[in-house]
């Protein structure tokens, strides 16, 4: 397929959630947990955890920046602009997301975004 671009590694992860419902999530538990086992990157392991628990749609993954944290109240915050209806949200941590989001913003900027390593992934 000439003049086709290859998917990047996030890409990848991702493709079977393009597809789904509004808020549907594409597996169960036993997926989920699968998918878990397999994740070994920190940035990869948060992102499944924030999706599955919250619903969030892949572009307010992919968008999230550090300064949408909140660690004291343990929310996520998505401003009006960045959801697809265009209406504010926050949500509250569970403790495996707050742990997971925890170590992955741990000397980050307020404007870097969340689900990146120093180093692109693999």
């Known amino acids: 397929m000439a003049g ?3 998917a990047s590694a996030l890409s990848r992860y991702f493709a079977a959630f393009s597809r789904t419902q509004s808020r549907s999530l594409p597996w169960h538990d036993s997926g ?6 397999h994740a070994h990157e920190l940035w990869l392991r948060a992102l ?3 999706y599955y628990t919250f619903g969030f749609r892949r572009s307010e993954l992919l968008r999230l920046r550090v ?4 660690l ?3 929310t996520i915050n998505l401003p009006a ?3 697809k209806n265009g209406k504010a949200r926050r949500v509250v941590m569970t403790a495996e997301v707050l742990a ?4 992955l913003i741990q000397g980050k900027q307020p404007t870097t975004l ?9």
Not at 32 to 37: A, E, G, N, P, V
């Open 67 to 70: 300064r949408q944290i909140n």
């Open 81 to 83: 602009g960045a959801t």
């Open 114 to 122: 969340s689900s990146r390593t120093t180093t692109a992934p693999q």
């Open 72 to 74: 004291i109240d343990r």
């Open 100 to 103: 997971l989001v925890t170590a």
């Open 32 to 37: 989920y947990d699968k998918l878990r086992l």
């Open 48 to 50: 499944l955890a924030t």
């Open 4 to 6: 086709r671009r290859p």
